[in-house]
């Protein structure tokens, strides 16, 4: 028996690192529908604020809200990829070790 095929969950966890890392830089790509509309929403809010001479307290509140969204969203994806990725190579050892034990000697 080779080692577990882990290969295509290696790779979903190392892409869902990368949207991680660019919501973190506050990029817009990463982001689905729902909260791109969020942020795109706070940007509107504030900036109308802004030029009308008002304090944005409420869009910068609203903007934040909803990249702490899209930045825990990424992290239960990560940690759901990783707990995935530990049952496969769990279940893999433990084929290994039932066709070890039930060998002719």
Same mark, same amino acid.
């Given at each position: 028996?080779?080692? #577990? %095929?882990?290969?295509? $969950? %290696? @790779? &979903?966890?190392?892409?869902? /690192? !990368? +949207?991680? %890392?660019?919501? @973190?830089?506050? &990029? /817009?790509? #990463?982001? %689905?529908?729902?909260?791109?509309?969020?942020?795109?929403? =706070?940007?509107?809010? =504030?900036?109308?604020?802004?030029? @009308?001479? &008002?304090? #944005?307290?409420?869009?910068?509140?609203? $903007?934040?809200?909803?990249?702490?969204?899209?930045?825990? !969203?990424?992290?239960?994806?990560?940690?759901? $990829?990783?707990?995935? @990725?530990?049952?496969?190579?769990?279940?893999?050892?433990?084929?290994?070790?039932?066709? +070890?034990?039930?060998?002719?000697?």
């Amino acid at each position: 028996m080779g080692k #577990p %095929d882990t290969r295509r $969950l %290696d @790779r &979903e966890i190392h892409k869902t /690192m !990368r +949207k991680l %890392d660019a919501v @973190r830089d506050r &990029e /817009m790509w #990463p982001l %689905d529908s729902r909260e791109r509309r969020a942020v795109l929403a =706070g940007l509107a809010g =504030g900036s109308y604020r802004v030029l @009308r001479g &008002e304090a #944005p307290t409420r869009a910068e509140r609203k $903007l934040e809200t909803a990249w702490n969204a899209a930045e825990t !969203r990424l992290v239960a994806e990560i940690a759901a $990829l990783t707990t995935e @990725r530990q049952r496969v190579v769990n279940e893999h050892a433990k084929a290994k070790a039932a066709k +070890k034990s039930s060998g002719w000697w």
